[in-house]
Every structure is written in C-alpha cells, then in structure tokens.
C-alpha cells in the first residue's frame, strides 16, 4: 500500500536531542542519510528491510520523499565576500598585501579616516 506524500513525510522526524538534529525515520537512530548512503552504494530495498528489521517498507519511501523534497529546493547562489578594514595601527602595505593574495582589503587612511571604529 503506498502512503499519500504528507503521510510518509510524518514518519521523517527532527530531534535536535537525537542524532545532533539530522533527519531521522521514526524518531529512531537512523537517519535518511543513512538509508540514502546505503542505497546509493547499492544496496536493495530488501537487503535494507533484512539489515534493519525495525524498519518498514514505506520507511524507505519516506526517506526518498524526504530526499525528493530536500532536492527540490531553490539555490541561490551567493558569493561569500570577507572585507578587510585595516586599522591605523598596521601600514597601507597591510592592505595591498591583502588585496595581492585575493582578499577585498581597505587601510583606513584610504577612506580618510584616522582610527577604524566598529
């Protein structure tokens, strides 16, 4: 008998107490990433069910749903940006070096100011 979507997903528990909060099938200690490490190693459906013999069939929906679900989400991607504000204390060189190895770096004599205050 196969399960309506919002059933199976019921059976995909968050504990932030129970395996440091990953996704777990049942509130037990095995996680979809678990199921989903075993299955894209290549083990059976069946094998699994044999292996771990407190899990049912429709667990093992539950975790490719969860997994359907978790795919199917929109990224956006950002570009992470770490800007370096070098104090008056350090030299103008600071922050030439900085910008030589790749990094986004200001002295804060190029801003006209005297002192950096965050």
Not at 20 to 39: F, K, N, Y
Not at 82 to 96: E, G
Not at 103 to 111: G, K, Q, R, S
């Amino acid at each position: 008998m196969v399960l309506p979507l919002s059933d199976l997903l019921k059976r995909i528990t968050i504990d932030a107490d129970r395996m440091h909060g990953r996704p777990c099938i049942r509130g037990l200690r095995i996680t979809v990433a678990d199921i989903l490490g075993l299955m894209s190693a290549g083990q059976s459906r069946e094998t699994i069910l044999q292996e771990y013999p407190y899990l049912e069939d429709a667990d093992i929906d539950a975790v490719l749903a969860f997994a359907a679900r978790q795919a199917d989400h929109p990224i956006i991607a950002a570009e992470q940006v770490l800007l370096f504000l070098v104090d008056a204390q350090f030299p103008p060189s600071l922050a030439k070096a900085l910008r030589q190895a790749g990094c986004e770096a200001v002295h804060v004599i190029d801003l006209g100011l005297q002192v950096a205050y965050l």
